[in-house]
């Protein structure tokens, strides 16, 4: 398995690992899974991102050969704005989720899943045309990201107020001196919380993490592991790839919308408008304590329906069993779905708004410096 | 190399089991209880309940997942750990001690002496690791 520049310092901070996408990565620390997500939606968490896959895309044609590659409209970004992408197949499935950086017209950036980062390239590179350049920086590229209501200050103690106060959600700083060293600084996350991705040189990942730790005491924060990012992400409303969102399902009747603009031309367009309303995605709280399981059925009239794609505890709504379903009806807010396990156990699933919490990732930044 | 308690004897699915006088008593081991997470809930089996080897009468709900408890012993349930309702936590914390699931009397005394010994488990776990 691949391990991160950090994995020794995961180690000593008490880490148990497991595999992810064929790296082995922290899943929690000394604190514990419950205790990480706790600290990153009361003070800050910081996590070691490093596996995720990013590639560099320069050229005049770069804008249309996004325009064509990716779900949303990417013209409307300027320089220094991310924005949240599909990259669809053309059946409509989910080649990978990821976020777009547009440094000016002619120079980007894509950040992707671990998983999925070599068929992502492979497919980018059969999709280019006139003068597209990428550029894998998977290998030479760290990232770590720092999530909650504390981290804008663990920041501003590092880089200056100045430099992040007027910061918007999903904006970029491109060159960031930290601890001496350049690192891009995103304002963007998968936790609900207000926050920064930063991206680094893999040479300067160690001794980052390190300076962001040492920063981060006097301001609450913990080391988070992929356990609590995960259930972070869920009550955050975001899919993981590979659950809510896949390749071999067309991404329609998601509460991701968002990532879709169907007013421009992208591959797997039509694929969504023919497959309109065969499918949909929702938020589910499930009743009791115990959790349905990952792809546990949910029963319509004792008839399959769907299945849950991502089962797991709301730790911040008192710990109740919650996830997404995936169904092919269309239900209301305040539905209430049978689900049921691998073991012929029977839960009752309320269908709710997603996200099922509101975090603080698009308050002002400067409100938050000033708490 | 990580040690286990001598008073108790183990499964392949992690499950300790105590010899008491007149019954078992039935726990999961740190190796379980570091690998599985936080325990935000643990559904017991009821007292006086019939449970045969290999059941699952007793489920430990993580924030991500549901273990199933294989139960080690033939028998009826003696007594169950109330505990746990409040603080299922416990079992992370003193999975040996306060963190017990629940206690079996036994009706085949060999199977108890077919479970791994302290050493046997030691050896297993490690091939686990490598």
Redo the contacts between chains.
């Keep these: 398995m691949k391990r991160t520049p950090l994995f020794e310092q995961h180690i000593a901070l008490g880490a148990t690992v497991g595999d992810f996408g064929g790296w082995e990565m922290p899943l929690w620390y000394s604190t514990g899974q419950i205790g990480e997500h706790e600290i990153t939606r009361k003070a800050c968490g910081l996590f070691d991102i490093c596996h995720m896959g990013e590639f560099v895309v320069k050229g005049k044609d770069s804008l249309a050969f996004w325009q064509k590659l990716l779900s949303n409209n990417v013209e409307k970004i300027v320089d220094g704005q991310a924005q949240y992408n599909f990259m669809l197949n053309p059946e409509g499935g989910v080649i990978d989720d990821c976020i777009l950086y547009r440094y000016t017209a002619e120079h980007w950036m894509l950040v992707v899943n671990a998983g999925t980062q070599d068929g992502d390239f492979e497919w980018m590179k059969q999709n280019t045309f006139g003068d597209v350049t990428i550029d894998n920086i998977s290998e030479k590229m760290g990232k770590i990201d720092i999530q909650g209501p504390t981290a804008p200050k663990v920041i501003a103690d590092l880089v200056g107020r100045e430099t992040i106060e007027k910061m918007k959600f999903f904006r970029f700083l491109p060159e960031v001196m930290i601890d001496g060293k350049p690192v891009i600084l995103s304002r963007t996350g998968y936790t609900g919380e207000i926050g920064f991705e930063i991206y680094c040189n893999i040479n300067d990942a160690s001794a980052l993490w390190d300076a962001l730790l040492k920063a981060g005491e006097k301001h609450g924060l913990a080391a988070v592991g992929l356990g609590g990012r995960d259930t972070l992400r869920m009550e955050a409303g975001l899919p993981l790839h590979g659950h809510e969102i896949r390749p071999d399902l067309p991404a329609v009747g998601t509460p991701w919308f968002f990532a879709i603009d169907m007013n421009t031309e992208f591959t797997g367009k039509k694929a969504l408008e023919d497959n309109e309303g065969s499918l949909f995605v929702y938020s589910v709280i499930v009743e009791g304590r115990r959790k349905p399981g990952d792809h546990a059925e949910v029963l319509c009239e004792e008839s399959v329906i769907g299945e849950m794609t991502s089962s797991i505890l709301a730790v911040s709504l008192e710990k109740k069993p919650a996830g997404f379903i995936r169904v092919n009806k269309k239900f209301e807010i305040g539905d209430v779905v049978t689900l049921r396990n691998s073991r012929g156990k029977l839960f009752k699933g309320e269908i709710v708004a997603t996200p099922v919490l509101k975090g603080t990732s698009r308050k002002k930044m400067s409100v938050m410096l000033d708490k | 190399m990580t040690k286990f308690p001598e008073n108790l004897k183990y499964a392949k699915s992690h499950e300790w089991v105590q010899k008491l006088d007149d019954r078992f008593r039935v726990g999961v081991s740190t190796f379980a209880a570091?690998?599985m997470?936080?325990v935000?809930?643990v559904?017991l089996p009821e007292v006086e309940d019939d449970v045969d080897a290999e059941d699952s009468p007793c489920?430990i709900?993580?924030?991500?997942?549901?273990e199933d408890i294989i139960n080690p012993i033939t028998g009826t349930v003696a007594a169950i750990n109330g505990e746990l309702e409040d603080t299922p936590e416990t079992v992370?914390s003193d999975c040996y001690g306060d963190g017990w699931l629940y206690e079996v009397k036994g009706t085949d005394a060999s199977e108890y002496d077919a479970l791994m010994t302290p050493e046997e488990y030691t050896k297993y776990v490690a091939s686990l690791e490598d």
């Design positions: 570091g690998s997470g936080d935000t809930f559904e489920v709900e993580t924030v991500k997942s549901s992370n």
